[in-house]
């Protein structure tokens, strides 16, 4: 037994019950750190799962409740960090079962030279993981938590009320545990939903007479497409010394590293333009048109094969935020969101996982502050995702806000940056101009983007870091001293379809 688990098990006590609904990555991170702060856990997934014998076999379940496992995704450095620090079993788990380690530091641009680490540096460390093997590890995991049990092939269709607290006048509802599909109940002392961006949460709290949940929700303007291969036998990666994604304004791309020598190809199209999206829904068309990209070409140059027949889609994709508090004032208690049951942003930018892990961090330490006051442990939780995570929902809000502009404007055929002098314009313009080339130029820039990217600090970090700026607007300044930078695609969505179209 690892030290972790021997330092779990001497301060387990089951003082209160924890049902968790739903079995995905929030649910098994809710699992393992409930049951790791002493608490028993009883995990309600609706599909029915079987567990697989092997990364591959992990692969090819059947997750229909799930539908994003077998798109590409990332885990963060902030996630790796907590896994490090607090499941230091899991994580050798996951190194054993062939994930593996992307070090900053390993694969530096050529042209930064006089490279050093620096301490803070042990921090930015991603895993190239798939989605499918990430969550089977997490199972495993839980399943040996002595702590938690799985009911699995039956769904929630609602939650259990016999009381109400009061709360300034206010009638609060309180759960006591869920409602099955069959009609059974299932009690518990806290119940944790974590079920996904279409959660049903909002539904089932009117039906037991709770106010109404706000919602604030933006289109991220992208629909996702992804596939997966494996490299050949004997067949090397190539170097990720460039980049590993690009934006051409029509198209966005992204190349995602897996587990067991497997990697995924994302291509996000914008909503609107449904003759690109056709298009690439087809294996063949998708890789050839991964070839035309820069980040992803040379993963596609024949080194690798295709491990699925199809194309997967996920359209419908939205930023969203729900609020469970709404004035100081929960609106009901015993019961709490986590991951994209309560916050959910743009997939594109890999957040989910972690954020799934976060929040569920967060809940169980509120829990544990604010054991006996039910009305302050949401209070306390809500106000720990609006300083630690809500300012990611915004920076994506922003972001896709800019990104629809973009791509609409390309769609009719229009310069998307208009007139040059409008504070728009300069900042594309900086970003093409400064920022990307510094990042290939300045191991500060790299590095601090690098941060940012892993959820490290603050969205806005960057921006306020004088040197950081300084630097990339060094280099923007120095704009016509140089050649134009490389593109990432074809110039315009034109030329692409010209070529996929032949």
């Known amino acids: 037994m690892c030290p972790a688990r021997r330092y779990c098990a001497s301060r387990r006590v089951f003082s209160v019950h924890v049902v968790v609904v739903g079995g995905g990555v929030s649910g098994l991170g809710s699992a393992l750190v409930f049951a790791r702060h002493g608490h028993r856990v009883t995990v309600i997934e609706r599909d029915d799962t079987p567990m697989p014998s092997s990364a591959d076999e992990a692969f090819d379940w059947d997750r229909r409740g799930a539908p994003q496992v077998r798109h590409s995704h990332a885990f963060l450095a902030r996630l790796v960090g907590t896994l490090r620090r607090d499941y230091p079993d899991v994580y050798a788990e996951l190194l054993r079962e062939g994930a593996t ?62 009381k109400h607290l009061t709360d300034g006048g206010s009638a609060i509802p309180h759960v006591t545990g869920v409602r099955l599909a069959d009609g059974s109940e299932v009690a518990s002392d806290f119940t944790v939903v974590a079920t996904g961006r279409r959660s049903g949460l909002s539904e089932w709290l009117t039906e037991i007479g709770a106010a109404p949940v706000p919602e604030d929700s933006d289109e991220t303007g992208i629909v996702y497409l992804s596939r997966f291969y494996r490299l050949r036998d004997g067949e090397s990666p190539p170097p990720r010394s460039g980049p590993i994604g690009g934006d051409v304004g029509y198209l966005k791309y992204g190349v995602f590293v897996g587990d067991n020598r497997t990697f995924s190809v994302t291509l996000a199209t914008p909503t609107a333009d449904e003759e690109l999206r ?49 004035d100081g004032i929960p609106v009901a208690t015993g019961v709490a969101p986590v ?31 604010h054991a006996n006051d039910p009305v302050g442990l949401l209070v306390a939780y809500d106000a720990a995702l609006r300083a630690e995570i809500m300012p990611w929902y915004k920076s994506s809000v922003d972001q896709d806000k800019e990104a629809r502009r973009v ?19 300069f900042i594309r313009s900086v970003l093409r101009d400064g920022l990307l080339p510094a990042m290939r130029r300045d191991a500060i820039v790299l590095r ?31 704009r016509a001293n140089r050649p134009p930078e490389p593109p990432l695609g074809p110039a315009t969505r034109a030329d692409l379809l010209a070529i996929l179209q032949s």
């Open 101 to 162: 380690e992307m070090r900053f530091g390993d694969d530096i641009p050529p042209a930064i030279t006089n490279f050093e680490l620096l301490p803070d540096d042990a921090d930015l460390v991603m895993l190239a993981c798939r989605r499918t093997t990430f969550e089977w590890v997490l199972r495993r995991a839980a399943i040996a938590e002595g702590a938690v049990t799985f009911r699995t092939g039956l769904g929630v269709n609602g939650l259990a009320v016999n």
């Open 278 to 326: 056709k298009l690439v829904t087809e294996p063949t068309i998708f890789d050839a048109c991964a070839q035309q990209l820069v980040a992803t070409a040379q993963w596609l140059d024949g080194r690798a094969v295709a491990l699925t027949d199809e194309v997967y889609m996920m359209a419908g994709l939205i930023n969203r935020w729900r609020q469970h508090v709404v």
């Open 339 to 369: 991951g994209d049951a309560v916050l959910c942003t743009n997939p594109l930018y890999g957040r989910g996982c972690c954020t799934g892990f976060w929040s569920a961090h967060l809940l169980a330490d509120a829990i544990a502050a």
């Open 407 to 425: 791509a609409a404007a390309l769609l009719a055929g229009e310069d998307p940056d208009g007139d040059p002098n409008e504070p728009r314009a």
């Open 448 to 478: 601090a983007f690098f941060r940012t990217f892993n959820l490290l600090c603050a969205p806005d970090a960057m921006v306020k870091d004088a040197d950081v700026y300084g630097r990339v607007f060094a280099v923007w300044q120095d």
